[in-house]
């Protein structure tokens, strides 16, 4: 009767260490589908999950939130993804379900803990990228090269092509090579009707 005892008290023990050895914390995954817009992705974990001693190649997971790197009531700050990133994987305490956007306490309209279910997109963690910018807050195009930098006195650094939709007011000085308005270059422009005296002289050529 005790050895029964001793043996289901041991079993149990070991269950619960293959749970807690199992329990879903953070994980590193790689993305297989991708909706930047709707914020959402398809991942499918790195590791496998050990079980008895035994490695299972898990299942993809569907629809996992994409985390934005800040999102509030006034402002939006991100960067899309590709199929193929590496990104890390967090598993909430309790279920999304029900819970998910709710801005006053609730329960929860499942009793899933740590599941794979509730897993959202911390970000990204790689061995496949350095940083060239070290002296600074920088926005990179890995593609391209070109870059957005503060650096550490605070000066503010492009490198690429800018567009501006809307005026540009400034309260400095602005220099270049040649500044270019409706087509007719600042520094190489030419002016008719050039003569004598006190004439002006006509619009610029371009």
């Known amino acids: 009767m005790i050895n029964k005892i001793e043996e289901g008290i041991q079993k149990k023990i070991g ?3 293959d749970e807690l050895n199992n329990l879903n ?3 590193l995954a790689k993305i297989i589908e991708v909706n930047n817009e709707g914020l959402f992705a398809t991942i499918k974990k790195i590791a496998m999950t050990e079980f008895n001693g035994e490695f299972d190649d898990d299942e ?10 800040f999102n509030s009531s006034a402002f939006f700050i991100n960067a899309p993804y590709n199929v193929g990133d590496l990104v890390v994987v967090g598993f909430f305490q ?17 009793y899933d803990r740590y599941s794979e279910n509730d897993a959202f997109i911390l970000g990204n963690i790689t061995a496949r ?5 070290t002296d600074g807050f920088s926005i990179v195009h890995k593609k391209s ?31 270049a090579a040649d500044h270019i ?7 190489d422009h030419k002016h008719g009707g050039v003569t004598t005296g006190s004439s002006d002289t006509e619009v610029p050529k371009s």
């Open 94 to 110: 309790h279920s999304l379900e029900g819970t998910l956007d709710q801005s006053e306490p609730v329960e929860p309209n499942s």
């Open 25 to 27: 914390t953070l994980a």
């Open 145 to 175: 090269g070109n870059y957005i930098k503060i650096g550490s006195g605070g000066g503010i650094e492009i490198q690429g092509n800018v567009n501006i939709n809307g005026d540009l007011n400034m309260s400095g000085n602005s220099q």
């Open 181 to 187: 308005s409706s087509g007719i270059s600042g520094k």
């Open 60 to 69: 993809p997971v569907e629809n996992v939130p994409i985390m934005p790197i």
């Open 129 to 133: 990228y350095s940083n060239s910018h």
């Open 15 to 17: 269950d619960s260490f």
